[in-house]
């Protein structure tokens, strides 16, 4: 077995917790600047979450209010990394390379339909 070691990572401690930090916000630069989705998606989550505070709902509907926004955002991310990592590969067409980012976008079909059907639920239980 290989002990491969990334040369991209702190081995512990703060150096660590900063290098993941800094490697996040990194993400989330490029995330912004080169993908129209989690723009798209961003911007629902900057209406709906103030949104869910607005709302005369409990505290717990409230906080699954706001998660399921943010699981659409964490998929969305996701999904991103699966595209570039295949595109990465190669640019040819190509069955499982399709498959995967096909499954990709279904996974985020799934988390804007749980926000859908989420605050469907929640808000029909209040008068608004």
């Known amino acids: 077995m290989s002990s491969y070691r990334s040369p991209y990572k702190g081995t512990s401690g703060i150096l660590r917790i900063l290098n993941a930090a800094r490697y996040s916000l990194a993400g989330f630069k490029t995330a912004f600047q080169n993908e129209a ?15 869910s505070f607005w709302i005369s709902v409990s505290p717990a509907e409230q906080a699954l ?10 998929i969305e991310l996701i ?40 605050w469907g639920i929640i808000l029909a239980g209040h008068s608004i």
């Open 37 to 51: 989705a989690f723009r798209q998606i961003l911007l629902i989550n900057l209406i709906l979450i103030p949104l």
């Open 65 to 74: 209010m706001v998660a399921v926004c943010l699981l659409a955002l964490i």
């Open 79 to 118: 999904n991103s990394a699966i595209e570039a990592v295949v595109d990465r590969i190669s640019m040819e067409r190509h069955e499982l390379s399709k498959n995967a980012k096909d499954m990709g976008s279904a996974a985020q079909f799934v988390a804007l339909s749980l926000i859908t059907v989420t």
